[in-house]
């Protein structure tokens, strides 16, 4: 079984000297750089993540280059307009779904720091509602899930944007009355960036995706259902 040794060194000191140099004019010359020293080594992580997680996600293992986000930023509505990430990233969402309307596993891989992580971010207003009503028939399992000693060891407790208030629609004197509130449901944390170049960045990082597992799919459960339903027919 393959296994992947880590991002090669020059993948970190491209980091560090975008960091310093985010232009156009120093990025341009050593684009090549970025493709061979992390892009490449990017995909080939990927293609090791995606086997071991054929065993515990398969409906998440996503082909590299859709997997891979784009080096460039999105500069439109940012007061930041320096063009380029200072990392590498990486999303697998549900198979069949869109990638931000339901839950997947996350990572990224700077010169400062490894993020790895799972949820769901940016819900729209169908999806939330959907995992509100899960949540609410089903709380006493996801705080199981979420606060078990293997997930606070590894990510601490769920994080995300909140409400001031339980939303519309389910009662104040819930018992999950605090859950509902969130907007997003995710697990996070930041890893020291040092093992971005050894054997222990997949260890970790699959380590991390195995726990989550249960997590994820019982965000899904009810976007899955919603998605198969029949759509109700048109009269007109």
Not at 4 to 17: D, H, S
Request: with cysteine.
């Amino acid at each position: 079984m393959s296994s992947f040794g880590g991002f090669p060194p020059e993948a970190i000191t491209f980091f560090r000297g975008l960091a310093r140099n985010n232009r156009r004019e120093w990025f341009q010359p050593r684009k090549h750089i970025f493709e061979e020293k992390v892009k490449a080594p990017m995909e080939e992580l990927i293609g090791v993540l995606n086997t071991q997680m054929m065993t515990f996600a398969p409906g998440h293992v996503t082909e590299p280059e859709k997997a891979i986000y784009r080096i460039y930023r999105d500069t439109r509505f940012s007061k930041d307009k320096t063009p380029y990430k200072t990392h590498i990233a990486a999303n697998f969402p549900r198979r069949g779904m869109p990638k931000h309307a339901s839950a997947g596993y996350y990572f990224s891989v700077s010169h400062t720091e490894i993020e790895v992580g799972g949820g769901i971010y940016m819900p729209g207003p169908p999806e939330l509602l959907a995992i509100r009503t899960h949540l609410a028939e089903h709380h006493e399992e996801f705080l199981r899930l979420s606060s078990s000693r293997e997930i606070r060891r590894l990510f601490g407790e769920v994080q995300g944007e909140q409400l001031t208030r339980v939303p519309k629609g389910f009662c104040s004197t819930h018992p999950a009355a605090d859950l509902l509130r969130y907007k997003q449901f995710l697990l996070y944390i930041v890893l020291d960036a040092s093992i971005a170049t050894t054997r222990a960045l997949e260890t970790e990082l699959l380590k991390r995706f195995r726990a989550i597992a249960p997590f994820i799919d019982f965000l899904n459960a009810p976007l899955v259902r919603a998605a198969k339903r029949p759509k109700e027919p048109m009269f007109v």
